[in-house]
């Protein structure tokens, strides 16, 4: 995947946040017909196949590695793509959605302060600022304004595998970067997809009651084409597009845009009929503007430079 310019890096994350925002609504409709176990199956099943026809049939140059870097590449997909889709699942089965989302609200936050303690820098006033106004926003589109919400909020079985999904997908994040140095966005993307695959299926397979292919053979129409969408869109363009901005932009920079992952999802569901209340707006639009002003700041900064030495 070429390198873009910082605007089309910011298109890209933006596209890429909207598909798995839109994945909330649409999956919920879809999970009425088929189990979560095989909807992240064939989310990534589908996506790895896409990629891989595309490699193939482009003939892109695959790169030579070790026995070890695979070995890196496996681990990394099956922690941090496998193992929060994995978390997840099995986490809501023993808590409710509100506590998860709260949880994995903390994502960004927790991407940065690792990032920056790994790289022995100080995250910036604006950074600081992006991320914690992000936090606010999106804790008032999940909890719809209710302080309540939040004070009952108490740590059980759920809410831990729920927070050890989110730590894989920070230390995810932060690893796309440093494996971005010596591999393309392209092929790690499909090799995370692959061993994403793998790891739902052996874990579907343990349980004993995984049967992917009668549930997608079972589907209506409207539900398969909803399968192709998560598998295509949200996860072949979804993944590539993350992982490019975080090599672009590093990882805390990239991780605020998580923030509008809850936005979009609650704007695709406005779309699709459902209710969303005024409280959430100003939730949306808090998070917008944490996200856009550290930008307008620094290209204040730039334009002025550039005024400086005319």
């Given at each position: 995947m070429k390198s873009h310019t910082p605007y089309m890096t910011i298109v890209c994350l933006l596209i890429c946040v909207f598909s798995w925002g839109s994945?909330?609504?649409?999956?919920?409709?879809?999970?009425?017909e088929m189990s979560?176990?095989?909807l992240v199956f064939w989310r990534f099943t589908i996506a790895a196949v896409t990629l891989a026809l595309y490699i193939v049939f482009t003939r892109q140059a695959w790169p030579k590695l070790s026995l070890a870097q695979y070995i890196v590449i496996a681990l990394v997909g099956v922690i941090?793509?496998?193992?929060?889709?994995?978390?997840?699942?099995?986490?809501?089965?023993?808590t409710s959605?509100?506590?998860?989302?709260?949880?994995?609200?903390?994502?960004?936050?927790?991407?940065?302060?690792?990032?920056?303690?790994?790289?022995?820098?100080?995250?910036?006033?604006?950074q600081v600022f992006s991320l914690v106004g992000g936090l606010a926003g999106v804790l008032l589109v999940i909890t719809n304004g209710s302080v309540q919400q939040l004070l009952n909020f108490s740590f059980n079985q759920g809410d831990v595998m729920i927070?050890?999904?989110?730590?894989?997908?920070?230390?995810?994040?932060?690893?796309s970067q440093w494996v971005g140095h010596w591999l393309?966005?392209?092929?790690?993307?499909?090799l995370s997809m692959i061993a994403a695959s793998v790891s739902m299926s052996v874990v579907g397979l343990g349980r004993g009651e995984?049967?992917?292919?009668?549930?997608?053979?079972?589907?209506?129409?409207?539900?398969?084409?909803?399968?192709?969408?998560?598998g295509l869109f949200a996860t072949v363009l979804g993944y590539l597009f993350w992982i490019n901005g975080v090599?672009?932009?590093?990882?805390?920079?990239?991780?605020?845009?998580?923030?509008?992952?809850?936005?979009?999802?609650?704007?695709?569901?406005?779309?699709?009929?459902?209710?969303?209340?005024?409280?959430?707006?100003?939730?949306?639009?808090?998070?917008?503007?944490?996200?856009?002003?550290p930008m307008l700041v620094n290209l204040r900064a730039a334009r002025g430079l550039v005024v400086k030495r005319c």
């Amino acid at each position: 995947m070429k390198s873009h310019t910082p605007y089309m890096t910011i298109v890209c994350l933006l596209i890429c946040v909207f598909s798995w925002g839109s994945v909330f609504p649409i999956a919920k409709r879809v999970l009425e017909e088929m189990s979560g176990e095989s909807l992240v199956f064939w989310r990534f099943t589908i996506a790895a196949v896409t990629l891989a026809l595309y490699i193939v049939f482009t003939r892109q140059a695959w790169p030579k590695l070790s026995l070890a870097q695979y070995i890196v590449i496996a681990l990394v997909g099956v922690i941090g793509v496998g193992g929060l889709n994995l978390a997840l699942f099995n986490g809501l089965q023993h808590t409710s959605a509100a506590n998860g989302a709260l949880i994995m609200a903390l994502s960004p936050l927790v991407t940065s302060i690792v990032n920056a303690l790994l790289q022995r820098e100080w995250l910036s006033r604006q950074q600081v600022f992006s991320l914690v106004g992000g936090l606010a926003g999106v804790l008032l589109v999940i909890t719809n304004g209710s302080v309540q919400q939040l004070l009952n909020f108490s740590f059980n079985q759920g809410d831990v595998m729920i927070a050890a999904g989110m730590l894989a997908w920070s230390g995810y994040t932060i690893c796309s970067q440093w494996v971005g140095h010596w591999l393309p966005v392209l092929p790690f993307t499909l090799l995370s997809m692959i061993a994403a695959s793998v790891s739902m299926s052996v874990v579907g397979l343990g349980r004993g009651e995984f049967h992917p292919w009668q549930e997608l053979i079972g589907l209506s129409t409207t539900a398969l084409s909803s399968v192709l969408y998560i598998g295509l869109f949200a996860t072949v363009l979804g993944y590539l597009f993350w992982i490019n901005g975080v090599k672009a932009l590093g990882p805390a920079k990239a991780s605020v845009f998580f923030n509008l992952v809850p936005v979009f999802a609650a704007l695709t569901a406005l779309a699709m009929g459902q209710a969303v209340t005024e409280i959430q707006l100003v939730g949306m639009l808090i998070v917008i503007l944490a996200l856009m002003l550290p930008m307008l700041v620094n290209l204040r900064a730039a334009r002025g430079l550039v005024v400086k030495r005319c």
